[in-house]
C-alpha cells in the first residue's frame, strides 16, 4: 500500500532528510519519502501492518520535529 500525508511546521530540509532515513528503517516499509519543499510525506509498505507503520512514522516524525504534524 502507498499513500501520501500533509506534513505542517516542518522547519527545515535537514529535519526531513533524518525523518525519511529513519521512516526507512520501520519494519515493513519499502519506500518512503519526505519532501520539505510540498510539506508532504509518502510512504510504501506493507498492507497487514500499514496503519501500525503510520503511527510509527508520526512518531518519528514527532521525536525529530516536535512541531511537525502530519495530517492522517
Not at 40 to 46: F, P, T
Not at 59 to 69: F, G, N, Q, S, Y
Amino acid at each position: 500500500m502507498k499513500k501520501r500525508f500533509k506534513i505542517t511546521d516542518l522547519c527545515c530540509a535537514n529535519c526531513a532528510a533524518k525523518m525519511e532515513h529513519e521512516i526507512r528503517k520501520l519494519p515493513g516499509v519499502t519506500s518512503a519519502t519526505v519532501n520539505f519543499l510540498t510539506q508532504k510525506l509518502s510512504i510504501e509498505g506493507d498492507d497487514a501492518r500499514f496503519d501500525e507503520i503510520v503511527n510509527e512514522a508520526v512518531a518519528v516524525c514527532k521525536k525529530i520535529e516536535p512541531d511537525c504534524e502530519v495530517i492522517l
